[in-house]
């Protein structure tokens, strides 16, 4: 069963590439509370990420869980823990994206600049082709802005394969967290189903990432 959706929106993902619109963007009238296809989509929320579109999803499918990297965190985990075991999703799809803006700093270069540190803001200017403003001020919240491990690229840098190892990293380190979490089922008849892909902001294409594998050294 759970290949069976999997393959389902690949397939949709395919004709959306091709150029074919398959989610209607109509209201559809009321709909159930729980997604019907008891799928859950962990997304980034990049601009250039329609996720209904690049599924096929239509109203009602799917929870849609979106951030900044599409990044398994405690939100996230809260998130999954309340669609499966209150609404009943079952499967569940991680997507990355090429050319990626988490790709082009650290947590710490990030954080420096933010607080007024003069090389920082310096080097996310370069990164980032924007004036970068410091804040001048420190904080406890957020406490981590999950930025992808190895070496930094240019923001929007164009796709090598050493962007999509990195993301591909990082795709398998939240697959892992979903994967291994207490409250997160992988086995018995309540369990999920977790596979994780690379969407290609140039071509509409997703790409599958196969776990496990590596996370990513030090």
């Not at 079952?90 to 600049?113: A, K, P, Y």
């Not at 990082?170 to 596979?195: A, F, Q």
């Amino acid at each position: 069963m759970a290949n069976d959706i999997f393959y389902t929106l690949v397939n949709n993902n395919q004709q959306y590439a091709q150029g074919k619109a398959l989610h209607n963007a109509s209201y559809p009238g009321p709909q159930p509370i729980k997604p019907a296809k008891r799928t859950a989509v962990i997304a980034c929320m990049d601009a250039r990420m329609d996720v209904e579109d690049i599924l096929g999803l239509q109203t009602g499918d799917a929870h849609i869980i979106r951030n900044a990297g599409g990044i398994v965190t405690d939100d996230v985990i809260r998130c999954l823990v309340i669609s499966h075991h209150l609404l009943d999703t079952q499967d569940v799809m991680v997507i990355h994206h090429t050319r990626c803006g988490m790709l082009s700093f650290t947590d710490e270069l990030l954080r420096m600049g933010l607080e007024g540190d003069t090389k920082a803001v310096e080097i996310l200017k370069s990164a980032t082709g924007r004036d970068f403003t410091p804040c001048g001020c420190a904080s406890h919240s957020p406490s981590g802005f999950h930025a992808f491990r190895g070496e930094l690229e240019p923001l929007d840098a164009p796709v090598t394969e050493k962007q999509i190892e990195r993301l591909e990293m990082d795709v398998r380190k939240s697959m892992s967290m979903i994967l291994n979490h207490p409250w997160l089922p992988t086995e018995g008849k309540d369990k999920i189903n977790v596979r994780g892909f690379i969407y290609d902001v140039d071509t509409g294409k997703l790409q599958e990432v196969s776990y496990p594998g590596t996370m990513g050294g030090f």
